[in-house]
């Protein structure tokens, strides 16, 4: 018997789990990590470059940013109590990280089939409230991010793995907003 055989059954329950614990962000998470292939693909047949590179490296390199982030996410609500990752709070976490990360995905793919930047793009009166609104769109995943580690923190069971999840999704939260903070300030 293969050790692939042995472990099918504890991986299909984790998939089970993951998929059941936010549906929205599972399925999400699948359709960009499609996303990514095509885009990984259109790098190798699209000779078009931004700065020296594809330009469909970086919406595939976000494609699969997000998939894992949301699959992670998906991870700590296993964590949780079904009441509370069924509550009407979480479902709207979740629900605006999908909604925030399908537009922004949106706008980084729309950016590069131009062959344009699509962070720090002031080109344009458009393009500066379009970033603007990508960077917004960015502090509310993380606010979900913070608000599930919280949940995580506050109402899962006291295991040393719980506890070291939520504050884990604490800390990359309240650094990434740090950061997408200190970004502007940066890049002047």
Known sequence: MSILAITAPHHSHLVQRLRSASPAMWWTSLAFLMACAICVTLAAIDPRLFNGISI??????????????????????????????TSRPA??????????????MLYITYRAALAEASHFNTASPLAAFL???????????????????????????????????????VAAALMTLTMLAGGPAMAA
């Open 91 to 104: 479902q709207l976490a979740t629900a605006t990280m999908v909604a925030m990360a399908i537009l922004e």
């Open 56 to 85: 469909w490296v970086k919406p595939a390199k976000f494609f699969l940013s997000l998939a894992v982030h949301m699959l992670t996410l998906s991870f700590g609500l296993i964590l949780l109590p079904e009441r509370i990752r």
């Open 131 to 169: 970033y603007n609104l990508m960077g917004a769109g960015a502090g509310l995943m993380m606010l979900v991010t913070l608000f599930i580690g919280i949940q995580i923190i506050r109402h899962a069971s006291p295991t040393l793995t719980a506890r070291a999840t939520g504050w884990g999704f």
